[in-house]
DNA sequence: TTAATTTTATACCAGACGGTATAAAATATT
DNA sequence: AATATTTTATACCGTCTGGTATAAAATTAA
């Protein structure tokens, strides 16, 4: 584990995990290419080889501060699926995301979305890697909705890669609503009149 | 006028109209913080002083750029707001979206969108004026739609507003779609979806 | 106490960044 | 033909980029 303390050697004088989710922080709002090492270091509170030595590279890092964003107690995504009635998944989808993208308390929007989205050739292959976050939880989101057709739940003249497409859509369009200063109470309209046309039996 | 020919002094030797073409190019794919001005004045086929003497710096090169954008004769979003209907308007938007963003006769996406969304400090004017862009356009959109009760094309419990950010919210998240790679059709198809679900008398 | 090991801070690397000074080249006017 | 004007190409500016070599500092093991 990369947490793991050395047992030899010169202890570390920094947390890993506080200093990971500083430079989440600058990714964040910055994005891959706009995020500089001086601000990644000067947030984090360490300097370069401490950053080198700790997490590989400027990419290395932000794929772990991706990796953090997708594991925090507050994302939504992956806990919405486990709801128990396809309803229920796109309820807790849309309003959870209208909740995180317009939360005060970190950076608006998301970091998957806008990451890496238009970028220079240096950011290519975490692009990619976001670009392939975001399609794998569109296909999960699609098999949760199958599920659901199975179970009854979802009429079937619904196609569950559509309906998931189509919720993908609205819920990485909020992200770009929080950016553009979108509130919570405006983004959960907007969940609400997706929900309002939910497919009905 | 910016094009207007000069009668004394050397003539310039490239064309300004098409070589902001270029440049739109490459920040529509690499955006403000990726594109660098050697990507620029490549694409451009000029070089940097011609640029700084055509068009300021790269901030307002971007801006120009992202008026020929809003100008050019495929643009959808302020024809579509011309239709006569409500429905036609969305129709119209949703559509335009789907065949615009994924056309590969350019790159997919959509500059306004993706041009500086998560950016570095130096990008930050050119993020708020295309939030402003963005935010215009959904006002713009939300006065057709309050005309359009007014004639009594939109049912009066539809709020104009939240019906506006929701057509946009779904416009914008196809545009982050079109960078995830779907087609033309899979964003035809969650157009369709949107229609279906359109506010009914 | 010494040796081994790891992290720290500083200083540095080549290259790219946005932007410009300079002077030659190309035109219209006189 | 000479002059004024504008654009061209080259070469350069200081600053920042991601990344690293080096050596001192801090710890455990012997």
Redesign the pocket.
Known sequence: MSTAV?????????DMDSALEKALEVFWIKGYDG?????LTEAMG?????????FG???QLFLKAIELYENRPCAFFYPALQQPTAYKVAEHLLQGAAESMADQNHPHGCVIVQGALSC?E?AASVKEALITKRREGELDLCARLQRAQQEGDLPDNVDPAVFARYLGTILQGMAIQATNGATQDELLQVAHLTLQNFPKK
Chains 1, 2 share one sequence.
Do not use: M, T
């Not at 047992?7 to 920094?14: C, H, I, K, L, Q």
């Open positions: 050395c047992a030899v050697g010169r202890p570390r004088s920094f995020a500089s090492l001086s601000d360490i300097n370069k080889p401490s950053l080198y030595a700790a590279n400027k990419e220079s240096a």
